[in-house]
T-cell receptor, first 111, second 111 residues
Framework: GAGVSQSPSNKVTEKGKDVELRCDPI?????LYWYRQSLGQGLEFLIY????????KSGLPSDRFSAERTGGSVSTLTIQRTQQEDSAVYLC?????????FGPGTRLLVL | GIQVEQSPPDLILQEGANSTLRCNFS?????LQWFHQNPWGQLINLFY?????KQNGRLSATTVATERYSLLYISSSQTTDSGVYLC?????????????WGLGTSLAVNP
């Protein structure tokens, strides 16, 4: 079936605005991850959803970041009052067991 | 927490050459994965390999869990192999599964 999809693919916003990033995981995958990758940096874990369990939010860098996963499928990552340091590629991955499948990412630029 | 170190950080090869990439981890892990991130940012899972050896075409991987390292072999390299090779290990904290990522090996294969 289709892989993990993310939207938008690119987003340019002004400092202080809110943005929403969307992730559609592979159908049937119970686990969903959000990561951030800044230019030239490694992957930074943000948040992890597993089934109906409480999400692991330990990677969220500040309270401006939040995420939800509705119906155990689609997930939205929201960044409020964006800052220039939020500029990065935001990657979503889903998995059914151990292997993670990544989406193409959303490239966020905060001016 | 667990540390994941990859070496070398950068590698330049002539097309047709072979190479070995290494991933060291500082503690016991539940599994290990190798990923390739192409120059456009897409992450592709190469191997899920908690132990032993697996082969897929020109690529193979070996994990020696007792000695806390994994090796990724690339034979007869091609320009399309260029990109960043990432190693990630999985740890469990309660019911939560978390991936710890290395910083990657950036590979450039020249024609």
């Amino acid at each position: 079936g289709a892989g993990v999809s993310q939207s938008p693919s690119n987003k340019v916003t002004e400092k202080g605005k809110d943005v929403e990033l969307r992730c559609d995981p592979i159908s049937g995958h119970t686990a969903l991850y959000w990561y951030r990758q800044s230019l030239g940096q490694g992957l930074e874990f943000l948040i992890y959803f597993q089934g109906n369990s409480a999400p692991d939010k330990s990677g969220l860098p500040s309270d401006r970041f939040s995420a939800e996963r509705t119906g155990g499928s689609v997930s939205t990552l929201t960044i409020q009052r964006t800052q220039q340091e939020d500029s990065a590629v935001y990657l979503c991955a889903s998995s059914s067991e151990e292997t993670q499948y990544f989406g193409p990412g959303t490239r966020l630029l905060v001016l | 927490g667990i540390q994941v170190e990859q070496s070398p950080p950068d590698l330049i090869l002539q097309e047709g050459a072979n190479s070995t990439l290494r991933c060291n981890f500082s503690d016991s892990v539940n599994n290990l994965q190798w990923f390739h991130q192409n120059p456009w940012g897409q992450l592709i899972n190469l191997f899920y390999i908690p132990s032993g050896t697996k082969q897929n075409g020109r690529l193979s991987a070996t994990t020696v869990a007792t000695e806390r390292y994994s090796l990724l072999y690339i034979s007869s390299s091609q320009t399309t192999d260029s990109g960043v090779y990432l190693c990630a290990v999985t740890t469990f904290a309660g019911n939560n599964r978390k991936l710890i990522w290395g910083l990657g090996t950036s590979l450039a294969v020249n024609p």
